[in-house]
């Protein structure tokens, strides 16, 4: 997670780069499947160098099994400040706007669009999980490398927090409402 944060910050890394690391990061710190961010409404930003989050709401997510359900938006929370102690958002929603997506207001579709071709900027559909997947295993193949053999994928940007929760001991009742 340091590691996408460095790729983040580092404003000589590839733009496509670094607007893919920024959706990660919201993934990760939103305990987002990657299906979650494949519908969003709106995205509302409330954050300074001190702390804030950033609430994006969604139709599509894996939890609404009924119609009801399935009409109602799911808040997804983000804190601004990620594990490196600092302010993110505005790193993020900078590569995202330099790359030409939106991190503000009514998205009404994919948050990430994967580049186009043929002179499109971006594609119409959303990243998908096997792209999400490669992308992680490209740009942490010599991080994982050497602290063990796990495979991640776009899951594992669910399971990342859930896994920190369950190592500092936090309640069943509350990792499962993460």
Not at 21 to 41: F, P
Not at 110 to 139: D, N, Q, W, Y
Request: aromatic share 6%; with cysteine; glycine share 8%.
């Amino acid at each position: 997670v340091r590691f996408l944060h460095d790729k983040l910050a580092e404003q000589s890394c590839n733009h496509v780069d670094r607007a893919i690391v920024a959706y990660l990061l919201i993934a990760l710190y939103g305990r987002c499947r990657h299906s979650d961010l494949q519908n969003v409404e709106d995205v509302v930003l409330d954050f300074g160098p001190e702390g804030g989050f950033m609430e994006i709401t969604t139709r599509t997510h894996k939890t609404a099994r009924t119609v009801a359900q399935k009409t109602k938006l799911l808040p997804i929370v983000i804190p601004a400040v990620g594990i490196h102690g600092s302010e993110w958002i505005s790193e993020a929603k900078s590569a995202l706007e330099e790359y030409g997506l939106m991190l503000e207001g009514h998205i009404g579709g994919p948050l990430f669009r994967p580049p186009g071709s043929a002179g499109e900027p971006h594609c119409k559909r959303g990243i998908t999980s096997t792209e999400v997947t490669r992308f992680l295993r490209l740009m942490l193949e010599d991080e994982a490398s050497v602290q063990s053999d796990a495979r991640v994928s776009s899951h594992s940007l669910k399971a990342t927090v859930l896994s920190w929760a369950s190592k500092a001991c936090m309640s069943a009742p509350g990792r499962a409402i993460l």
